[in-house]
């Protein structure tokens, strides 16, 4: 097992390594410095002296394998310099202010797209080919082929411009976070959905439940003892990278409805050319994910029994 | 018994070895190596049958891939027709192949669902270059009457005959290239047992007519006792046994193979007693016990079991066994 | 014996409908599929002829005519130049429609002969791709593109690029797993045991037996690829300003909904109507496909 995690760990830092390697490089090959980008923006050139001095007092005039080196040394402290973009404050200031309001968004659709997706999915399994089941499909194909963004936009036209119940952005209470959470919960819900109903019902024909049934269990009984046991252990599988998927935020979400999440910093930080902010967010995201996957795989082997992790014989 | 026999030595294996290595899955793991062929010395004879016999996993499927060439052999020698193919690759290979031909045991799996007939049958005279497509059509149409199907046959897919009929098609693809050796690997035990009479009789026809020597592998003994003159029986990748197939039957010397034969359902069931005292299943191909390796599911297994491998010896005419006891 | 079994059933060799016929025989069923591909052929043709079709230059502003809402002379109403909606909707779906289907041609073009060379020769060749696929596929997806859009700068071959740069990946992935089952399988050996070299074994079983995966995942990927060039329009690096894009529209307009709800509610429904039709279209191939010897054979 400790053999097992190590191995792991080995994988997670070599692709982190060749993640940081992939940003750095992409960042430098982009056409025009950050300044660049900026003052045309603003429709006005920057004399060579000052773009010189600008370069210089944020490392930029050094070789690239020294500031790759320097950027490496620096984010193993945590500590990446200041935004570009936002030059009052670090990157990892914004980090810690902005970051609560992804994982916030990020739980709350969590907890959403659990109950409906679950949900769906164990009704539409219980009752295959029944009305509750083609709602499932009907919803689940809805998910996979409505982009979030447009989604989003439809809600808004229809809750906001239309009928005014709802605020069209910000993130000050509830009634703020009916749409977001709704539009962010499109893939969680698809995942969840699928997963969840072709696992029971794998679940249910297996042959343990048949001998449940003729046993003469009570259906409640096989249900709880049986089925649920046994077919909610793979859904952990999806939900662990689902969940850190989700608290690391979202670009079309969070830009959407102006909620000052890390999604909404990293997408203005992508107009700006902020780079350490864009190689930050790149990192830590790979980071989180990658680990999400690696918990997960050391809890399934936990819960379940049956799968080992090393194979010894 | 059926076909003229000749004392030419068609195929021949020498101390023929195959072993599979492979690596345990966690990182860094060690190599295992696994014997599935030990030193087998065989030999078929110009349109004679030889059987092999054996249960599943004992390495007869293995002998008859790596003597197709299909495997590599990891020791030993091969030698056809005279000619040492032990090492032959390639080009020079391809000759050989026409000579040797493979009948498989899952009809379906071995013809490809989505070819007609007549692109299965005509597919080595494709490889070969074997005529036009006219003449290649006309021999199709010829080896489907050949094995018993009709030629409105040609442009069907696989999937739509039964399990009986696409063996037809697997032996009628093996014969376009008029072999020499057929080998048949299994040839009839996923076919409903009402099939399998039809198709080994079909197959006995076709030695008669084409002068075929089949290696015939199976691990039903009655089936083998049928179709072949003699017979070896295989264990864990060694041969423990041969002989004509009357001696086999009718006499066994090896603890193995009279259990084996006290396995064949007996119809009258006064006489149905097994009493060859075999216990247990086949060992691991990777813990494979020291000295012999029956020994440990043998009833006259002893001390010098453990130590000592038994080799092959001559007990009768033509008749050789691989056991201290025997 | 089966010779005679079978002289009294005499099918019809003649009329055996061949494999196209079957496969639209079995699509024709699936009415959401066909409904879907008439939706989709009817706008294959608008993005062709939108230059007659289009009723104004969705370029040109007219600034007289500003923020206009839907009426009588612009349909669908105008933009902050006054430039007509309906135009630039129309001239989306060409944008929308030729980065999808050209976008999965291009990652068929590279993931297949990496998969299948990754299959067939095995050794460090394999072991080196599956590390790569490794690697690009622990990136977020999106997140790359973005990274790549960023630094290839917006625009219509470069957002082709960024595609293939990750999606050949998928392909690549599949078709090494069908080589490498299919290699296994009895009939592949057959085929060896016949002296058939690598070249007529790829050309004759495993080409044949992998169209049918490839084409699914190439049709389901389209709307996919349609997604991508919306989220990195709508987010400002796929396809630049006066270019007409559904997502960009959306990106752009969306702060204005209060104002000029049409500026961003028509793009999105027809970028949603368009990514339904297509999936249903990529189902429906599926369905019609996965038959019979296909299905046995997985």
Known sequence: ??????????????????????????????????????????????????????????????????????????????????????????????????????????????????????????????????????????????????????????????????????????????????????????????????YTRSSMRDAMRAG??????????????????????????????????????????????????????????????????????????????????????????????????RVSLVKEK | MSAPQSDETLLETIGLTKSFTTRRASFGGKRVEHVAVNRVSLSV????????????????????????????????????????????????????????QMVFQDPFASLDPRLTVEQIIGEPLVIHGTGTRAERATAVESLLERVGLGADDMHRYPSEFSGGQQQRIGIARALALRPRLLICDEPVSALDVSVQAQILN????????????????????????????????????????TGASRQIVNAPRHPYTRALVAAVPEPDPSRRVDESGVRGDVADLAGRPTGCSFRTRCPLAESRCETEEPQLRRVDKGHEVACHFA | MAATARTYAQPSVKKRPTKSRLFWLRFRRNRLAVAALCFIIVEVLLALFAPWVAPYDPYRGDFTATWQTPNGLHWLGTDDLGRDVLSRLIYGARISISVGVLSQLVI????????????????WIDYAVMRIIDVLSSLPALLFYVLLMVALGAGFGNLILAMTATGWIGIARLVRGQVLSLKETDYVRAARAMGGGTRHI?????????????????????????????????????????????????????????????????????????????????????????????????
């Open chain 2, 202 to 241: 079909l197959l006995r026809d076709l030695q008669d007519e084409f002068r075929l020597a089949y290696l015939f592998i199976s691990h039903n003994i009655a089936v083998t006792a049928f179709m072949s003159r003699r017979i070896g029986v295989m264990y864990l990748g060694r041969v423990v046994e």
């Open chain 1, 1 to 194: 097992m400790a053999r097992y995690i190590l191995t792991r760990l080995a994988g997670l830092l070599g692709v982190l390594v060749v993640v940081s390697l992939i940003t750095f490089a992409l960042m430098h090959a982009v056409p025009g410095g950050p300044f660049d980008a900026r003052a045309l923006e603003r429709q006005q050139m920057i004399p060579e002296q000052i773009k010189r001095q600008l370069n210089t007092k944020y490392g930029l005039d050094e070789p690239i394998w020294k500031q790759y080196l320097l950027f490496v040394r620096n984010a193993v402290r945590l500590d990446f310099g200041y935004s570009l973009a936002f030059p009052s404050r670090t990157v990892v200031q914004i980090f810690k202010e902005q970051w609560p309001y992804s994982v916030q968004l990020g739980l709350l659709t969590l907890a959403f797209s659990t109950v409906v997706g679950l949900g769906l999915g164990i009704a539409s399994a219980v009752r295959p080919n029944s009305w509750i089941d083609h709602a499932g499909t009907a919803v689940s194909v809805f998910c996979l082929v409505i982009p979030s963004f447009v989604f989003a936009v439809l809600l808004q036209f229809v809750f906001s411009v239309r009928l005014g119940w709802l605020p069209t952005g910000g993130w000050d209470g509830p009634l703020h976070w009916v749409m977001p959470v709704l539009a962010n919960s499109l893939a969680p819900v698809l995942v969840l959905q699928r």
């Open chain 3, 202 to 298: 790829m050309r004759t079983h495993l080409l044949r037996n992998t169209t049918t995966p490839v084409i699914v995942a190439l049709a389901l990927g389209i709307p996919g690829a349609m997604f991508a060039e919306a989220g990195l329009s709508f987010l400002g690096v796929g396809i630049p300003s006066p270019q007409a894009s559904w997502g960009q529209m959306i990106g752009m307009y969306q702060p204005y909904i209060r104002t000029a709800w049409h500026l961003t509610v028509f793009p999105a429904a027809v970028l949603a109507v368009t990514m339904l039709a297509w999936f249903l279209l990529g189902d429906g191939i599926r369905d019609a496909l996965d038959t019979g010897s296909a299905a046995r054979n997985e």
């Open chain 3, 108 to 123: 068929a073009l590279v993931g297949l002969p990496i998969g299948a060379l990754a299959g067939l020769k095995g050794g």
């Open chain 2, 45 to 100: 004879r110009e349109g004679e049958t030889l059987g092999l016999v054996g249960e599943s996993g004992c390495g007869k499927t293995t002998l008859g891939l790596t003597v197709m060439r299909l495997y590599e052999p990891s020791g030993g020698r091969i030698v056809f027709a005279g000619q040492d193919i032990t090492r032959l690759a390639g080009r020079a290979l391809k000759p050989v192949r026409r000579q040797m």
């Open chain 1, 208 to 305: 343990y439940v048949r001998t449940a049934r003729a046993k003469g269990l009570s259906r409640r009984r096989i249900m709880f003892v049986h089925v649920f046991k046994n077919a909610l252990t793979p859904v952990l599988t999806v939900g662990g990278p689902l969940a850190a998927g989700l608290i690391t935020g979202s670009f079309f979400v969070e830009s959407l409805f102006r909620i000052p999440g890390i999604g909404f910093y990293f997408v203005t930080a992508i107009q700006h050319r902020d780079y350490p902010m864009i190689m930050a967010t790149t990192l830590v995201w790979t980071a989180v994910i990658s680990t999400a996957y690696l918990f997960t795989d050391i809890l399934y082997a936990l819960v379940d029994p």
